[in-house]
């Protein structure tokens, strides 16, 4: 992947170009952002712009042997680690990067690098209960890898993709990698959450923040689609926040189902709260726990969405909301239930939440106690 081809980011490609030109290639360096800002397309770019034996014009050329070998992600120097796991693993096996590796050549050639974690869960069919992770016996395999001389590239690299998912067995292993790596050897790490990451990991690389998009790169992306309304395009800037990933499913009208799925849900749990129906409440968090976690996380995210969107109604912002529908008219009708002396609280309440499922909390008790704490603050009013 030639930078040209990562959309955005004009001002971080200058600056990850300057440095190879002058030679200032860390060993280990964290690519730290949301899949739809292009944090994997850009680590993918900055790896073949490194290997390029013909640079010009601040990017690769694209027709030497690496850059023709990285862009299929199959050149014997560049090493991918990134989550996995099956249906019906026997106790014991091991589930292996290189095992997905055609399917996972296929998604980044489909998607062009921006896909979601779910998205890739989704592609190996782990269903609802199963997520994806990185395991000890992956550090291994690429310690055996990296020892192993270069065949044609000028550095060794490996990019681990949410290594956020990594176990604490496979994340100190890698941890000795880093601390002791081999001559012109490149780690790559794309993360979402580096949060999650061990602080010794992050002590040892240098991070490289990928912004969301600006919203006028948004609004030439979707000019450069051909979309001509002003109105969509002001619509569609304003949702999609900077993600080239809710971007897409705004112009395929996937995810609409979801999304409606999210508002009802909303919808429910606000009534009930109103009503103070705490029975029906305890229901409603069972049912929200049925998801997948993936689900719950977008759930939270659409709550909070229509949280915020409901406080400008309240506050005669109007003009900036972006609702229509239904969701506008249940809004209009609910943002007087939403002021200064709780939305910051329900907000809260909800990232609370999500930072729970994120660290695999039980679904049913996360969501029961989100339920009555909703409730009481909608009763307050």
């Known amino acids: 992947m030639r930078f040209s081809e990562v959309i955005g980011q004009r001002e971080l490609k200058r600056h990850l170009v300057r440095g190879v030109d002058a030679g200032r290639v860390s060993h280990a360096q964290l690519f730290t952002g949301r899949p739809g800002a292009g944090a994997l397309p850009l680590a993918l770019a900055y790896v073949q712009y490194l290997n390029c034996t ?5 990017d690769s050329c694209g027709e030497c042997p690496n850059c023709r070998q990285i862009a299929g992600l199959a050149h014997p120097d560049l090493h991918f ?76 690299c490996v990019i681990v993709w949410l290594p956020e998912t990594m176990n604490e067995e496979a994340a100190n292993k890698i941890l000795k990698i880093l601390e002791e790596p081999w ?36 609004r030439a992306e979707l000019e450069r689609r051909g979309e001509r309304d002003p109105e969509k395009i002001r619509t569609f800037t304003r949702l999609a926040a900077g993600d080239l990933i809710e971007l897409e499913h705004l112009l395929r009208g996937e995810g609409d189902e979801l999304r409606k799925d999210d508002f009802e849900f909303f919808c429910s749990l606000m009534r009930l709260s109103y009503n103070d129906k705490h029975l029906e409440l305890m229901a409603w968090a069972e ?40 969701e506008a008219k249940f809004c209009r009708n609910f943002a007087p239930f939403i002021g200064n002396q ?40």
């Open 54 to 58: 013909n640079r010009r014009d601040g």
């Open 81 to 156: 680690v990134f989550p996995v796991n099956k249906q019906g693993k026997k106790s014991g096996e091991a589930v292996l990067s290189d095992d997905f590796m055609p399917l996972w050549r296929q998604v980044v050639s489909e998607r062009n690098g921006y896909f979601s974690p779910q998205e890739w869960y989704d592609r190996l069919d782990l269903g609802r209960t199963l997520k994806g992770a990185i395991s000890a016996r992956e550090a291994d395999g690429i310690i055996r890898k990296l020892s192993f001389k270069s065949f044609a590239a000028k550095y060794k």
């Open 183 to 218: 001559e012109k050897t490149l780690f790559v790490l794309v993360s979402e959450r580096p949060d999650l990451l061990l602080p010794t990991i992050l002590s040892r690389t240098q991070e490289v923040v990928v912004p969301r998009l600006t919203d006028e790169e948004v």
């Open 287 to 326: 049912e929200v726990a049925q998801l997948s976690r993936e689900q719950q996380r977008a759930f939270l995210t659409n709550a909070v969405r229509l949280l915020r969107e409901s406080y400008l109604l309240h506050a005669g912002l109007g003009e900036i909301s972006c609702l229509w529908g239904e």
């Open 342 to 381: 709780n939305i910051e609280s329900l907000v809260a309440e909800a990232e609370s939440a999500m930072a729970q499922i994120r660290q695999n909390g039980n679904p049913t008790i996360v969501f029961t106690h989100f339920a009555l704490s909703v409730s009481k603050m909608i009763k307050k009013l």
